[in-house]
């Protein structure tokens, strides 16, 4: 399985920004999500997608905030994320797990896939 983030970039404060990740060499159910890296900070979740249920899921920091969503035909997800402050200035890392539909998949080592990240700046 290969992972394949874009989208990333320079944005201000206040301003909107979509990240996409694309999946190749899946098979059956599985579930993608993103989590991100500050600077001097462990990487965290953000928001996770059942392909199978299609049941999203969401940090607190970004309830609201972000949107995630899935195309399972293309292997794909999206990001959508709004009203972007500073604090959500990180690495960007999109992450495959097999784990089943019943399992909170919310924990770095939960996913077995990892794309190489992308950088998101927000000025402010």
């Known amino acids: 399985v290969q992972l394949v983030e874009s989208g990333g970039g320079l944005v201000q404060a206040g301003n909107s920004l979509e990240l996409s990740c694309v999946a190749t060499g899946t098979f059956g159910d599985y579930k993608m999500g993103w989590f991100r890296r500050a600077p001097g900070k462990d990487r965290e979740f953000v928001a996770g997608?059942?392909?199978?249920?299609?049941?999203?899921y969401y940090s607190d920091q970004v309830e609201g905030r972000f949107t995630i969503t899935m195309d399972s035909g293309k292997s794909t997800i999206w990001l959508q994320m709004n009203t972007l402050t500073p604090a959500d200035t990180a690495i960007y890392y999109c992450g495959l797990t097999w784990r089943p539909d019943w399992y909170s998949s919310r924990g770095r080592g939960d996913y077995e896939h990892w794309g190489q990240g992308i950088q998101v700046t927000v000025s402010s």
């Open positions: 997608i059942s392909r199978r249920l299609r049941t999203t």
